[in-house]
């Protein structure tokens, strides 16, 4: 599986302001049935949630059970 190098160009964004992974929601990784999202320290020491592998079958569970509303999947224009 491909390693996902930069974060904007992959399907699933996560917005690092409104992650709570500091506080030890794991939610969106744990919904994954690809098993793609990761936990990671940022810079700054907090955590975010962020996509490792470049794989995505646009199933939307993570986008709809984060508990803060901060991850977007960007559907292909022709899966829509
Ligand atoms: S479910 Fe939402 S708040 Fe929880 S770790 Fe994932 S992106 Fe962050
Ligand atoms: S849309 Fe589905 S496959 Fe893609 S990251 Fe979210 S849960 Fe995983």
């Given amino acids: 599986m491909p390693l996902a190098h930069a974060a904007s160009t992959v399907p699933v964004v996560i917005d690092n302001d409104l992650c709570i992974a500091d506080k030890g929601c794991t939610v969106c990784v744990e919904v994954c049935p690809l098993d793609v999202l990761r936990i990671t320290d940022m810079l700054d020491g907090r955590k975010t949630a962020h996509m490792k592998y470049d794989e995505c079958w646009y199933c939307m569970p993570c986008e709809a ?8 999947v960007n559907i292909p224009y022709l899966l829509k």
């Fill in 65 to 72: 059970d984060c508990p803060t509303g901060a991850v977007t």
